[in-house]
Structure formats: structure tokens, C-alpha cells
């Protein structure tokens, strides 16, 4: 398995934006089905964005639908650009990822803290 880091959390004020990004160190994402999950405090962790291995199939949760968008660079990086935030987008942020036509996110980063003030 390969190692995934994310990066870009932090504090920013509702309305505000921010871009995650979630790097491989051990393989590219050419043949691997990724997403972004989430996980607030005393929640289930959620899953917010997937993209397909061939870079469709994008796929986002209802509640934050026109406002974030799962990108890659078709090599090691995976994005998450998170626009108009909103309080309840608080939470740690988890990029995972599977080989294509598995099931399963069996690959995940350690995740990146991200703080929304009202």
C-alpha cells in the first residue's frame, strides 16, 4: 500500500475557501478509485467526494453538492476544493483510496483538520 498525506486544513471564516490536497508517496492514481471522506466529532465519518480512477464518475454528498469539488492531476495528488464553507464543514478530512473495481477504501491518509468559525 501507499502512503497518503493531506494537507491545506485549517481555521477560515464561514464563507471562506479552502483547497486540500492528499499526495502519494507510494503509487499513482491511475488505476485507483479515490475519495474524500470526513468526520466530525461524535459523527460517523462520511464520505464527501469520490472520482473514478479514470478521473469521472464524480460523486458528492447532498450537503456539499455545487460547493466542493474532488479533482486529481492525473498523477500522485488528489484535491478537494472547498468553497462557500459553512460551520457544520467542520471536521478531520481523510483522503482514501482502492484499486479500481474493488470495494472498499483500504488505503487512508491520516487526515487534516478543518475549522469553520461562525
Known amino acids: 500500500h501507499g502512503q497518503l498525506v493531506e494537507s491545506g486544513g485549517g481555521l477560515v471564516q464561514a464563507g471562506g475557501s479552502l483547497r486540500l490536497s492528499c499526495v502519494s508517496s507510494?503509487?499513482?492514481?491511475?488505476?485507483?478509485?479515490m475519495a474524500w471522506f470526513r468526520q466530525a466529532p461524535g459523527k460517523e465519518r462520511e464520505r464527501v467526494a469520490s472520482v473514478n480512477w479514470n478521473g469521472g464518475g464524480k460523486n458528492y454528498a447532498d450537503s456539499v453538492k455545487g460547493r466542493f469539488t474532488i479533482s486529481t492531476d492525473g498523477d500522485r495528488t488528489l484535491y478537494l476544493q472547498m468553497n462557500s464553507l459553512q460551520f457544520s464543514d467542520t471536521a478531520i478530512y481523510y483522503c482514501a483510496g482502492r484499486r479500481a473495481f474493488s470495494s472498499g477504501y483500504n488505503e487512508w491518509g491520516q487526515g487534516t483538520q478543518v475549522t469553520v468559525s461562525s
Open positions: 507510494g503509487h499513482s492514481f491511475s488505476r485507483y478509485d
